[in-house]
């Protein structure tokens, strides 16, 4: 409706504001309520031109990350009482926004349906000997091409990692890879714990199955909590 008061007013002068109202359908009144606010409209925007004015400053002194909490904050330290929906307003019509930290995702993906395997190790993350409990996890390495997902087993006795696979997927063939890996080199003993979390990789058919011909038994802690112990956060090794 605005575009039409415009309209009406920039054509005033050529044609009689009756004629424009008439083949505009819009009513007089209106048009001149219109014109008796555009004074106030003027100074307000006037105002938030002033305000985006103040905005910029800090958003440029922090490198453009200072979002509208931030912002905000910064403008009340400075002595300016503002609004904060009008200062979301305001950056959001002049495209101003900050930096937002990405939610974490978790490479775990439970698979809800599959009953997982008891946990064999009972949050006990040592081992008296190597080969005997060798627990595996999932995580992902950001790269220009996108994700690497990559999967390991270290072996709780010389926390060193006795095999690991990467791909850009998680599925169960990861984590097969890894395992496979980790038999290969000879170093598990028959009938070891094979720990890790219940992602559905770690329940999967093929991961069982896997297990199975290995003849080794599968254990399954909480899902994401497989290295939990705080006294066992202790750098890894690899097997060269």
Not at 79 to 106: C, L, P, W, Y
Not at 193 to 213: A, L, N, P, V
Request: aromatic share 6%; glycine share 8%; proline share 5%.
């Amino acid at each position: 409706m605005s575009e039409l008061y415009r309209l009406i007013h920039a054509e005033k002068t050529t044609y009689p504001i009756v004629l424009l109202c008439r083949v505009l359908k819009v009513a007089r009144s209106s048009y001149y309520a219109w014109c008796k606010g555009e004074a106030a409209r003027r100074a307000r925007q006037a105002a938030d031109d002033a305000l985006a004015h103040e905005i910029t400053v800090p958003h440029i002194a922090s490198r453009k990350t200072y979002g509208v909490p931030r912002i905000h904050a910064e403008l009340r330290r400075l002595g300016r009482r503002v609004n904060r929906k009008r200062v979301a307003r305001v950056m959001r019509e002049r495209d101003i926004h900050g930096v937002t930290r990405r939610r974490r995702r978790s490479s775990t993906r439970p698979d809800l349906k599959a009953k997982p395997a008891p946990d064999l190790i009972g949050r006990v993350f040592h081992a008296g000997r190597p080969g005997t409990r060798p627990v595996g996890d999932i995580t992902y390495l950001p790269t220009a091409e996108g994700r690497l997902y990559l999967a390991c087993r270290l072996d709780l006795a010389t926390r060193e990692v006795v095999g690991y696979a990467m791909a850009d997927h998680h599925r169960a063939e990861l984590v097969v890879d890894a395992l496979d890996m980790a038999h290969g080199r000879g170093g598990l003993e028959p009938g070891c714990m094979i720990h890790s979390d219940r992602g559905s990789g770690y329940t999967s058919t093929q991961f069982r199955e896997r297990i199975r011909e290995l003849g080794f038994r599968q254990s399954c802690g909480r899902t994401r909590s497989c290295f939990d112990c705080e006294d066992d956060q202790v750098p890894l090794r690899a097997v060269a």
